[in-house]
């Protein structure tokens, strides 16, 4: 018979202030951020592009 390792919910030491795996958690000693400039958020995702449209002028119909 085997046992499976169990642990209690919320152990564990904090992460780092700057740990990669949280970007946007800076150290305190870092300059704030530019507003102005877009942030690298994994979390945001790329604006898709509409597709084309099929009756535009100079479109071939294939159908």
């Not at 209690?8 to 946007?24: K, R, S």
């Not at 870092?30 to 994994?42: E, F, I």
């Amino acid at each position: 018979m085997s046992q499976s390792m169990h642990r209690e919910p919320g152990g564990g030491d904090p992460p780092e202030p700057d740990d990669p795996a949280f970007p946007n958690n800076p150290p305190p000693d870092d300059p704030p951020l530019d507003p102005t400039r877009p942030r690298r958020d994994p979390d945001v995702i790329d604006p898709v592009q509409p597709p084309p449209n099929p009756r535009a002028p100079g479109t071939i119909d294939l159908a």
